[in-house]
């Protein structure tokens, strides 16, 4: 039987695990792969627990590719048919009801989603304002900040009374993917042993959209400071830019924008001495793989990741708030700054460890 207490001044109710028998857990993460790949270690955590629990992910297609070799998931789901179809999973899933799902994500329809499963126990962060904790039974009010970008999906598991070992992600990649991405940079040119640094300009906010002229000074400083060539990383939609980027370049770019599916671009990632992109997924994967980071915001700069092993790197602007954030904004950020950051991570002659 399920014991509930409540926590004073938290307003949030702690489920007690050894009295409730766990057979099924479903997680529902429907928003970008990033933050699902932030989430992979939440099924980590749960397997630990629970080692006989049957773990079924409920997510997104470009989140599936990423995650399908997880070892603690047992199966994916993955809709077909944009919200329709995610609508139309949770209904299937719910003639194997799970005992307990998870809303990973925290929108309308993830906690939509995780309501027609017809999970009894339903799991969730409490923003406040957000329509998505009326369909949970339980929820965590999410802290003002994170130390690690994980934090925030592990938090749910304090509902369970469950206490993260690591908050490291778990992202495996396939031997396949390793060996096609240094397949695709061998044709490109780039000799099996060079060392490089990845590139990822890509985005859809103006905000963050910095001119190509200034990403090319940045790949020919690090090629004449360092030796070190180029990969542009991107979706088939940022393909023009990454050519106009490769095209000013005098250093050696290796273009791989719309080539290489999102696990071939984390072993690109992983195989690379640094990152340096724009606030995107690829900079999560950047993190998985425990590659520096370089991040190119047009943030206020009292705001940073506060993922280790990545920097921010924004105008230094006065900010309050109500300021309209464009590209006169990001542009007040120059290619020297960028590079500088860069230093604090080439400059050191010890290569990165990975743990």
């Given at each position: ?21 766990v ?11 990033g ?6 270690a ?33 199966s994916l ?8 179809g995610a ?53 965590v009010?999410?802290q ?44 490109a040119?780039?000799?099996s ?53 490769a ?55 009292r ?15 006065p ?6 954030f ?17 230093d ?12």
């Amino acid at each position: 039987m399920l014991s509930l207490r409540p926590v004073p001044r938290v307003r949030t109710l702690r489920c007690d695990v050894p009295r409730v028998k766990v057979r099924r857990i479903l997680l529902v993460h429907l928003g970008c792969f990033g933050d699902a790949v932030m989430a992979t270690a939440v099924p980590r955590e749960l397997r630990e627990r629970l080692p006989n629990a049957e773990i079924v992910w409920l997510t997104t297609r470009e989140a599936a590719e990423l995650v399908h070799s997880h070892p603690a998931v047992d199966s994916l789901v993955v809709p077909r048919g944009g919200r329709a179809g995610a609508l139309m999973a949770a209904l299937r899933l719910r003639r194997a009801r799970a005992d307990v799902a998870i809303d990973l994500e925290g929108s309308t329809l993830s906690g939509l989603v995780t309501w027609l499963s017809g999970a009894g126990i339903r799991l969730g962060h409490g923003d406040p304002g957000k329509i998505s904790s009326l369909f949970l039974t339980h929820t965590v009010r999410p802290q003002s900040t994170y130390v690690r970008a994980s934090e925030r999906s592990l938090e749910v598991l304090n509902l369970l009374n469950l206490t993260p070992a690591s908050f490291e992600p778990l992202l495996s990649i396939d031997a396949w993917d390793l060996e096609a991405a240094a397949l695709m940079l061998r044709e490109a040119g780039l000799p099996s042993d060079a060392q490089f640094v990845a590139i990822g300009p890509g985005t859809s906010h103006p905000r963050d959209r910095w001119r190509a002229r200034f990403w090319s000074t940045v790949v020919d400083s690090l090629h004449y400071k360092y030796g070190l060539a180029s990969v542009l990383l991107g979706s088939p939609q940022h393909t023009p830019l990454l050519r106009t980027i490769a095209e000013r370049c005098g250093a050696p770019t290796v273009v791989l924008g719309g080539r290489t599916t999102l696990p071939q671009a984390a072993a690109v990632i992983k195989a690379s001495r640094l990152f340096i992109g724009v606030d995107s997924g690829l900079v999560s994967l950047a993190v998985a793989t425990k590659t520096p980071a370089v991040v190119v915001a047009g943030w206020p700069p009292r705001r940073t990741l506060p993922e280790e092993r990545v920097t921010v790197v924004s105008p230094r602007l006065p900010w309050h708030r109500g300021v309209h954030f464009d590209r006169w904004t990001i542009d007040h950020l120059r290619p020297r700054h960028v590079v500088h950051t860069a230093d604090g991570w080439l400059s050191n002659s010890t290569p990165w460890a990975r743990k």
